[in-house]
Every structure is written in structure tokens, then in C-alpha cells.
């Protein structure tokens, strides 16, 4: 299992055991171009979210993080990515299926390879 897919497993896992039950559910995802790494957090406040997604993606290897999506409240989420590094992501869709869709065409946007996409996180915040 690779790095990046142990660390939003780990993520889920933390949120979801210290925020079950939580009303608060905003999502965060940042993303430094020149590295392709990425970070995300959500289940928490905005501005805690914002914070632990951009240390995630400097964890990563980023070092010009930018905060690509954010949404606040509940709702469902993904990234999506091809091998070249360039990626999409969702949040607050009304189902995992279309926040999976959403993501898979904001990374076919981006990339010069329409059929290299795949969702590699999803979560409901």
C-alpha cells in the first residue's frame, strides 16, 4: 500500500474516531504543483481543516501547497489522480458515486490523458 494511501486511511481513521457525531464537517484539500502532493482533512472546523490539509501536503513532499477545494457542512468527497501527478477533487456532493464523478472530470480537465484518471480517496465529510 502506498504512502499517500496509508495516510488518508489513517486520517479517516482519526477523524472518524474523535469527531463521530460531530455536526462540524468541513473538508480542506491542498495541492503543490510542482510536486504533485497533495493534502486533505475534514469532519473538523474550516480553518482546522485548511491548517491540517496544507501540513499533510508538505508532509508529502510539497512545498508550494495551495488550497484547492474547500467546502463546508456535510456532504461526499474524492480525489482523483493520474500517474503524470495531476489531479481532481469533490467535496460536498450529494453521493459518493457523484463526488466521484466530480473528481474523476476535474482531473480529465487538467490532464493530458483523459482515460489515466481514477479516484484514489473518498470520504464523506
Not at 500500500?1 to 491542498?30: E, Q, V
Not at 474550516?46 to 490539509?53: H, S
Amino acid at each position: 500500500m502506498n504512502s499517500k494511501r496509508k495516510l488518508f486511511i489513517l486520517i479517516g481513521l482519526i477523524f472518524g474516531l474523535i469527531f463521530t457525531g460531530s455536526l462540524i464537517a468541513d473538508t480542506s484539500i491542498f495541492f503543490c504543483e510542482e510536486s504533485s502532493a497533495y493534502g486533505a482533512a475534514w469532519g473538523v472546523p474550516l480553518a482546522q481543516a485548511r491548517k491540517t490539509a496544507r501540513e499533510y501536503c508538505e508532509q508529502n513532499g510539497g512545498t508550494n501547497c495551495q488550497e484547492l477545494l474547500y467546502c463546508q457542512g456535510v456532504g461526499f468527497a474524492a480525489i482523483a489522480t493520474d500517474d503524470e501527478g495531476t489531479i481532481g477533487a469533490s467535496c460536498g456532493a450529494n453521493s459518493q458515486r457523484e463526488a466521484d464523478q466530480l473528481a474523476i472530470a476535474s482531473c480529465r480537465g487538467n490532464s493530458g490523458n483523459p482515460n489515466a484518471c481514477k479516484v484514489k480517496h473518498r470520504w464523506r465529510g
